[in-house]
C-alpha cells in the first residue's frame, strides 16, 4: 500500500477554493486522510496541509497547479518537515486508576483541560506518531471520546549554511 504524502498547497484566500481542491480529490478516487488550511505568512493567501495517500500523486499535482487559485504546491519530505497535530481526548478514569492515567499522560505531556467524575480529558500536541502512542497506552482504560486536528506541517530550515567555494 502506499505511503501517506504530505502535501503544502498555497492558495488564494477566495471562497470555493476549498472545495474545487477536495473535489479534485474526490473526482481521482482519492480519500483526503487529513486537510487543515489557515492563513499564510502573505496577505491574503491562505496554505492547505493535505495528507492523502496516492498513488498518482506526480498527476493530482499537476491538476492541482492548474486550479486558477493554486499558488504553489509543495510535496512535503517526512525526514526534512515538521508535523504536528492537536487532540483532545477523553480517557475512563475513576477514582482507582486515576493516577495511573495521569501519569501516563506527564509522559506525554498531555495536559488535563476537564475533569468528570469518571473521565478525564486531555489535550495533547505532537507528531501523528506520539499521539497515535499516546492512543494506544490509554485505550486499555476506555476511550470516552477523541478528536483530533488536521495535520499541519512545513520544511524544516537547513541546519548548517553551505559555504561557497572561492577560486
Excluded: C, W, Y
Excluded at 478516487?29 to 506526480?58: C, D, Q, W, Y
Excluded at 504546491?73 to 478514569?93: F, K, N, Y
Amino acid at each position: 500500500m502506499t505511503e501517506q504524502q504530505v502535501l503544502s498547497v498555497l492558495v488564494e484566500n477566495k471562497p470555493g477554493v476549498l472545495a474545487r481542491v477536495s473535489s479534485l480529490f474526490a473526482r481521482r478516487g482519492f480519500n483526503i486522510h487529513s486537510l487543515a488550511v489557515g492563513p499564510a505568512a502573505e496577505p491574503g493567501l491562505s496554505k492547505m496541509t493535505i495528507v492523502v495517500r496516492a498513488p498518482e500523486l506526480e498527476q493530482v499535482k499537476k491538476q492541482l497547479h492548474k486550479l486558477v487559485n493554486v499558488v504553489k504546491i509543495t510535496e512535503l519530505d517526512p525526514g526534512s518537515s515538521i508535523e504536528r497535530e492537536i487532540m483532545l481526548v477523553r480517557v475512563r478514569a475513576n477514582s482507582r486508576q486515576r493516577s495511573e492515567v495521569l501519569q501516563l499522560a506527564t509522559i506525554f505531556r498531555a495536559t488535563p483541560v476537564d475533569v468528570g467524575v469518571d473521565s478525564i480529558t486531555f489535550m495533547v500536541t505532537g507528531s501523528p506518531t506520539k499521539l497515535n502512542d499516546l492512543l494506544e497506552l490509554i485505550r486499555p482504560f476506555g476511550l470516552v471520546d477523541l478528536v483530533k486536528s488536521g495535520r499541519i506541517a512545513m520544511n524544516r530550515e537547513p541546519k548548517a549554511r553551505k559555504l561557497k567555494a572561492v577560486g
